[in-house]
């Protein structure tokens, strides 16, 4: 460790030697002036090289590598004195409930006597404002009358009635003859008989005496072949006398109607019995449960035993009672056996005995609640209901006892005490040194994830969380009644990531009610809606993704208050217009929250110098004015700066880097190129080489050069973030300007001068330090290499890169960035697949398939 500090602290003093004479910008002709101690100073470089390397072996063997932000970058250490101020602001704000807190609180024991020292009369607002919530949540609902529910309940049970119509259309009519003829239950049993039966009636009713037996006496061969002519089955019948008494009696009724009538009047009489026989099983087949729209839950075979006088009046009877029922409302979770006492009472008035079980299913089965609740009328009721509440007064008089000593104190004797001044009210300093030790823990928490996910922050970073943290207790302090939860997660997990939004929603939502009197049902909320935005809002790309997640956002804090509300209230009766309403109204907040933190995004991300994944999408738009002057000005370099940016995030995809970040800050990384376009070779359009004619290679070396420290410039001029400005300078490091170097070396040596310093042709640096910059700078190295590439294979191209990749190693540009040498043959391999997709062959077309024809 020492050897590292000591070699640390020498090329410290070795780099401000080398910066210092940068400085001095001596002339061409000091320069030479300067070779000799410049070649001591190279020597001795030389070695430091090599320590560097050493060093870089030796930090890189004990470092872990994740993919955390890129704009932490190099931060400072975190004093001991900025956690204790963390600690320090979050206790005061959050601990409000211990600065003026009595020391014989409620259930202390009294520690004396203590008795009232004259007559008075005090407020107990605590207990009031206890009974007035309790008023307004448990307010009887106002119900109505639902008009579109009732219209359609009655249109359902006129559905019903007239399927019934329909039904007995099928049957026929009944009785289908009078009961003078036929009694109702011989028609009954006629229509119901079973063939054999029937044939069986039919057979006796016919052997009896008709109007023409009169003219045949008995014993002739006319009744002797008639009852040759009779089935076995119905001779049998006869002979054995085996029909029931309804048959035997529907067979008298029968004869005694063939005697006193003609034969035509007879004849008519069994053709309707018959017609009745046809249509009753048709009847009966329309109730079958197979067949669709079956009614067969409603109607049953005894509905066909009513009379057409019975059915009208069941009808009737039905319709009085529903309208007279759905008149007074039926609410919603009313049993349905009080319903079904209800309408058994009114049946036995309005339908006749035998139809009021038919009546009862038809009711049961239409009837709905159509009570819906009045919010308006609920909320002025729980609003007159608040009104009523008085407020409690605790009295007492002059030499009375407010507590004995032991005794434990309760709510009426602190208002007392308080009233007196007697309760002792003062800091409760126990309580915030605990509070506070619960705040050191959470910091730690925070301390912990920070460190575990993510590089360290800056200090401004620190300084928005904690400014972001006091939000919310500082709103509560001063009564308003919202959280800021919700945009507290929104904003700490689009800035810095999920898992650091999601701890510190949760730590701020387990200290707040320590310190603080807030709902707990609100609480619960405002942690569920921060949570959602945090975890969520780390993965967002672009603003309106973050406008819907605002409406999730509002969804779960509506569900988790709901449910809340009804845990904590579950011994009270609810109001569901008053917990809806405050649902809602936390929906609408979570909206809002979502609204604000995506309007105040971009005020932050300016203040705080932020780069987030949609402020780089939104940085990496080609619209952007300084990316549409660059490919005006300087097409060569925007060209190439393309390219250079599919080389470099193929790479940081394949190792886990900062894809948008890589992105952006490629498109950036050149801008400075455009104070002299020409002054590059990609810009060169016309084959002439603007250093040619200058033909100096120190003057062109500061021309070169120039495009970083302008680069830099125009960087700020456009208020792009620190992250993107480093890939600027970083990108180049402290690069040799090779050509011009080997030039100046080869006219010193022309002219019989000493050795050129090489620190006048090398970047003013810094080297890469984050992975980011670094792979941007392997990717600008081998752009113009692999650009020269025409037929050379993968091979070759990879030896290239590969040797590329070595020098830059070796000339120590890559030691402070945090890539490892595994992962260079992994970026290699990644540049050649992405030239291989730029550099893929085409077909030849014959000059016959390019002419155009006329």
């Given at each position: 460790?020492?050897?590292?500090q000591?070699?640390?602290k020498?090329?410290e ?7 210092a004479?940068?400085?001095?910008k001596p ?11 410049l ?35 190099q931060?400072?250490?975190?004093s001991?004195?900025s956690l ?5 602001c ?9 600065y003026?807190?009595?020391k ?8 004396a ?8 009369r ?18 009887i609902?106002?119900?109505?009358i ?11 049970l ?19 003859t009078p009961?003078q003829i ?6 009954l049993?006629?229509?119901t ?19 023409q ?10 009744t ?8 076995i089955?119905v ?15 529907a ?29 009753y ?5 329309a109730?079958?449960?197979?067949k669709?729209?079956s ?5 049953d075979?005894t ?26 409302g ?13 309408l ?10 035998a ?10 089965n239409t009837l709905?609640p159509?009570?819906t609740e009045?919010f308006?009328a609920?909320?002025r ?10 407020t409690i007064?605790?009295s ?7 507590v ?16 007196f001044g ?5 800091i409760?300093?126990m309580?915030?040194i ?16 920070e460190n575990?996910?993510y590089?360290p ?7 928005l969380?904690?400014?972001?943290t006091?939000?919310?207790p ?25 898992t650091l939004?999601?701890?510190v929603?949760?730590?701020v ?8 009197d ?9 942690v569920?809606?921060?949570?959602i935005?945090?975890?969520v809002?780390g ?5 309106e ?22 845990i904590l ?19 609408l907040?979570g909206?809002?929250w979502?609204?604000?933190a ?18 780089l ?22 060209q190439?700066?393309?390219f ?16 948008e ?10 801008i400075?190129k455009?104070?002299d376009p ?8 016309n ?10 290679p120190w003057?062109?070396?500061e021309i070169i ?5 302008q ?9 792009l973030p ?20 080997h030039?100046a ?5 022309a002219?019989g001068q ?6 006048d ?8 330090q984050?992975?980011?910059t ?8 081998c752009?113009?290499a692999?650009?020269?590439?025409k037929?050379?294979t ?5 030896n ?6 070595r ?10 960035s945090?890539l ?18 730029f ?12 002419q155009?024809?006329?």
């Amino acid at each position: 460790m020492k050897n590292i500090q000591s070699l640390t602290k020498t090329v410290e003093k070795w780099r401000q030697g080398c910066s210092a004479q940068r400085r001095q910008k001596p002339s061409r002709e000091s320069r030479t002036n300067h070779a000799e101690p410049l070649t001591t100073s190279l020597q001795d470089r030389s070695k430091i090289n090599l320590w560097l390397l050493q060093l870089s072996h030796l930090s890189l063997a004990g470092v872990s590598h994740t993919n955390k932000p890129a704009y932490c970058r190099q931060s400072k250490a975190r004093s001991p004195l900025s956690l204790m101020l963390a600690v320090i602001c979050l206790t005061s704000v959050i601990g409000t409930r211990f600065y003026n807190q009595p020391k014989l609180a409620v259930g202390t024991p009294a520690p004396a006597t203590i008795i009232a020292p004259k007559t008075a009369r005090f407020p107990d607002l605590k207990t009031t404002e206890e009974i007035r919530k309790a008023a307004q949540r448990g307010s009887i609902p106002v119900l109505k009358i639902d008009a579109d529910r009732t219209e359609q309940i009655q249109k359902n049970l006129q559905q019903y009635l007239n399927q019934g119509d329909e039904l007995r259309e099928i049957a026929g009519v009944f009785p289908f003859t009078p009961t003078q003829i036929l009694s109702e239950s011989s028609q009954l049993y006629l229509r119901t008989a079973s063939p054999w039966e029937w044939l069986t009636i039919l057979a006796q009713v016919k052997q009896g005496p008709s109007p023409q037996a009169k003219q045949n006496p008995p014993g002739s061969s006319v009744t002797e072949k008639k009852s040759e002519n009779v089935p076995i089955i119905v001779r049998w019948a006869l002979n054995n006398r085996v029909l029931t008494e309804l048959g035997n009696t529907a067979i008298a009724e029968l004869k005694l109607y063939r005697q006193q009538s003609d034969s035509e009047s007879f004849n008519y009489l069994i053709d309707t019995i018959i017609d009745a026989r046809l249509r009753y099983p048709h009847a009966i087949a329309a109730l079958s449960p197979g067949k669709p729209n079956s009614l067969a839950s409603i109607y049953d075979p005894t509905f066909f035993n009513l009379s057409d006088g019975e059915w009208e009046i069941t009808k009737q009877g039905i319709q009085k009672i529903a309208k007279l029922v759905l008149t007074q409302g039926i609410p919603e979770g009313l049993p349905p056996e009080v319903l079904g006492n209800v309408l058994k009472l009114q049946l036995r008035e309005q339908v006749p005995p035998a139809a009021e079980s038919l009546a009862t299913k038809i009711l049961t089965n239409t009837l709905r609640p159509n009570l819906t609740e009045d919010f308006d009328a609920t909320n002025r009721r729980a609003k007159q209901a608040v009104a009523e509440v008085k407020t409690i007064y605790v009295s007492i008089n002059a030499g009375e006892t407010i507590v004995t000593a032991g005794e434990i104190i309760e709510a009426n004797d602190l208002v007392l005490l308080d009233g007196f001044g007697l309760s002792q009210r003062g800091i409760n300093w126990m309580g915030l040194i605990m509070l506070a030790g619960g705040v050191g823990l959470g910091v730690g928490v925070f301390w912990f994830v920070e460190n575990r996910y993510y590089s360290p922050l800056r200090r401004r970073d620190h300084l928005l969380i904690l400014l972001l943290t006091l939000s919310t207790p500082l709103l509560l302090y001063f009564k308003l009644p919202i959280v800021s939860l919700p945009a507290i997660g929104l904003w700490i997990g689009n800035f810095y990531g999920s898992t650091l939004a999601g701890t510190v929603v949760a730590l701020v939502g387990l200290l707040l009610p320590v310190g603080m009197d807030i709902d707990l049902a609100i609480l619960f909320a405002n942690v569920a809606g921060g949570l959602i935005g945090g975890i969520v809002g780390g993965k967002m790309r672009t603003r309106e993704e973050l406008a819907l997640l605002g409406l999730g956002v509002g969804l779960t804090q509506f569900i988790v208050y709901l449910i809340a509300t009804l845990i904590l209230s579950a011994t009270a009766p609810a109001v569901w217009s008053t917990i809806l309403m405050g649902a809602a109204s936390q929906a609408l907040i979570g909206v809002a929250w979502s609204i604000v933190a995506l309007g105040v995004s971009p005020y932050l991300e300016q203040g705080f110098d932020l780069v987030t994944p949609i402020r780089l999408a939104e940085l990496s738009n080609l619209n952007r004015p300084l990316l549409k002057r660059l490919a005006a000005e300087a097409p060569g370099t925007f060209q190439h700066t393309l390219f250079v940016s599919s080389l470099a995030e193929a790479a940081a995809k394949e190792l886990g880097c900062n894809v948008e970040l890589i992105r952006a800050g490629t498109l950036y990384h050149d801008i400075g190129k455009m104070h002299d376009p020409l002054g590059f070779i990609e810009n060169q359009m016309n084959g002439l080489n603007k250093h040619d004619e200058i033909n100096d290679p120190w003057k062109s070396a500061e021309i070169i050069k120039k495009h970083v420290t302008q680069g830099l410039v125009m960087a700020k001029r456009a208020r792009l973030p620190k992250a993107l400005q480093a890939f600027i300078p970083e990108h180049q490091g402290t690069m040799l300007i090779a050509y011009f170097y080997h030039q100046a070396q080869q006219r010193a040596a022309a002219e019989g001068q000493p050795s050129i310093s090489e620190s006048d042709f090398r970047y003013d640096g810094p080297i890469p330090q984050s992975r980011e910059t670094a792979i941007v700078m392997l990717a600008d190295s081998c752009e113009a290499a692999l650009r020269s590439l025409k037929d050379a294979t993968p091979e070759e191209a990879l030896n290239m890169v590969n040797k590329i990749f070595r020098a830059r190693w070796q000339d120590n540009q890559l030691a402070e960035s945090g890539l490892r040498r595994e992962d260079m043959p992994k970026i290699a391999e990644i540049f050649i697949q992405v030239w291989q997709q730029f550099n893929h062959k085409r077909i030849a077309y014959p000059k016959a398939a390019l002419q155009i024809k006329h």
